[in-house]
DNA sequence: TGGCTTTCATAGTGATTGCTATGTATCTTG
DNA sequence: CAAGATACATAGCAATCACTATGAAAGCCA
């Protein structure tokens, strides 16, 4: 018996003559490319290889694709939070988010920048909501590292005048910007570039931080 | 006699009934709140209190419209030029721009964030060319901000190890990223906070960069 | 095979997109 | 006061928007 298909066939008329998975994907990569509102339903439907009867069957409508891609594109994030607890030092956290963060947004079989960077940037009225919890995900890693920073000063690592909002929105800051300047063109050794520089900005760091 | 009207007035017919410079702001606040191709022709007229007809007769259409808003907003490049080459130095620079734009993108008459950073940053290919011309802008930003920071190094301000598109990329990406953090609800104190620990980044600087 | 269920492709829904044709109102010039 | 020129308001253009009604196709179970 195939697992997959038992879980979600209920009384099983005809199957889907596409796979779930990779369509979503491909929405993930157009959502990407041209962001939410701006990429349309009719860009969606060639992108994914389907129609649009069966797009909204599958996945509800625009903004449930949209969201459901979304998650696709920033993975659990759990996952996220345990690396940012996880690693030994706020700045390894930083350090490693930022490199990821410049290689991902200048891959060569993806996209330029960051989907949830640049897809929900600006959008009108009607997409405030999807606007809204697009800034949920980012504030929730943002809040993951300022904790980060927090424990590092409470634990001597860093300094006790350190201030934490500061550097953890820092942080935010260059990863969102990174994206813009990979989209304008900047290639990853220079964003690499500018990771090696704003990791500088790290307190008690300043002598170990690489400068690229 | 009316000098500015006698400059635009050819062959004299009906007078626009409306200010043009005026009508022009409400289409950059307008683009600015909600983005190039998600801010309607239909939302720009009754932001402007105009009819369609006069927006294409006074501007042309939606693109020049939204590039001419574009220019009102950046201001003269001539005069960002001269603010960055008569700096002191590269790093008053960086601090006044950075500065500028933390209080820039937290005004409580204007939308949050940079309209130069959101209105382009994603959109259809329709609109490709429009993102171009945005991202040429902040390219000759970047090339201005580096150049000072070569006179630095040059000048013995700045050690020779430095690197200055690292640098000037930095601030590029802090300047964007703020103005994400500022649409997602970061208050201006917050803003300034992360402009304090980015100059932190600032080589042989250190010490004299605030972090509040 | 004959129901039963679900997905498929075709085609089209009303609403909105950027933009404009048309005719009238309002100005300057002679 | 005409003639000429321009901007005005109304109304509507074709195209596209997100989304769906409809009926045939394709699977399972009896």
Redesign the pocket.
Same mark, same amino acid.
């Given at each position: 018996m195939k697992v997959a298909e038992a879980q979600? $066939?209920? /009384?099983?008329?005809?199957?889907? =003559?596409?796979d779930r998975q990779t369509a979503l994907q491909k929405a993930m990569l157009a959502f990407w490319r041209t962001g939410y509102?701006? %990429? =349309?339903?009719? !860009?969606?439907t060639a992108a994914m290889g389907? %129609? *649009?009867? =069966?797009?909204? %069957? *599958?996945f509800g !409508? /625009? $903004?449930q694709?949209f969201l459901e891609a979304a998650r696709l594109y920033l993975g659990d994030p759990a996952d996220i939070a345990r690396e940012i607890e996880g690693a030994p030092t706020a700045f390894d956290a930083a350090r490693t988010m930022l490199t990821a963060a410049a290689q991902a947004y200048t891959g060569e079989l993806t996209p330029r920048g960051c989907l949830m960077a640049s897809a929900t940037a600006s959008g009108?009225a009607a997409s405030a909501d999807v606007q809204a919890i697009v800034a949920g995900l980012r504030g929730e890693i943002e809040r993951h590292l300022r904790a980060r920073v927090i424990r590092d000063i409470n634990e001597g690592v860093l300094p006790p005048q350190t201030d934490p909002a500061a550097l953890s929105g820092l942080v935010m800051a260059v990863t969102q910007g990174l994206s813009v300047l990979a989209r304008d063109g900047a290639d990853r050794v220079a964003l690499l570039g500018i990771v090696g520089a704003a990791l500088a900005a790290w307190p008690a760091n300043r002598i170990e931080g690489t400068t690229a």
């Amino acid at each position: 018996m195939k697992v997959a298909e038992a879980q979600t $066939r209920r /009384k099983m008329g005809r199957p889907m =003559s596409f796979d779930r998975q990779t369509a979503l994907q491909k929405a993930m990569l157009a959502f990407w490319r041209t962001g939410y509102e701006t %990429t =349309s339903v009719n !860009d969606l439907t060639a992108a994914m290889g389907i %129609t *649009a009867p =069966s797009l909204y %069957t *599958a996945f509800g !409508d /625009k $903004r449930q694709l949209f969201l459901e891609a979304a998650r696709l594109y920033l993975g659990d994030p759990a996952d996220i939070a345990r690396e940012i607890e996880g690693a030994p030092t706020a700045f390894d956290a930083a350090r490693t988010m930022l490199t990821a963060a410049a290689q991902a947004y200048t891959g060569e079989l993806t996209p330029r920048g960051c989907l949830m960077a640049s897809a929900t940037a600006s959008g009108s009225a009607a997409s405030a909501d999807v606007q809204a919890i697009v800034a949920g995900l980012r504030g929730e890693i943002e809040r993951h590292l300022r904790a980060r920073v927090i424990r590092d000063i409470n634990e001597g690592v860093l300094p006790p005048q350190t201030d934490p909002a500061a550097l953890s929105g820092l942080v935010m800051a260059v990863t969102q910007g990174l994206s813009v300047l990979a989209r304008d063109g900047a290639d990853r050794v220079a964003l690499l570039g500018i990771v090696g520089a704003a990791l500088a900005a790290w307190p008690a760091n300043r002598i170990e931080g690489t400068t690229a």
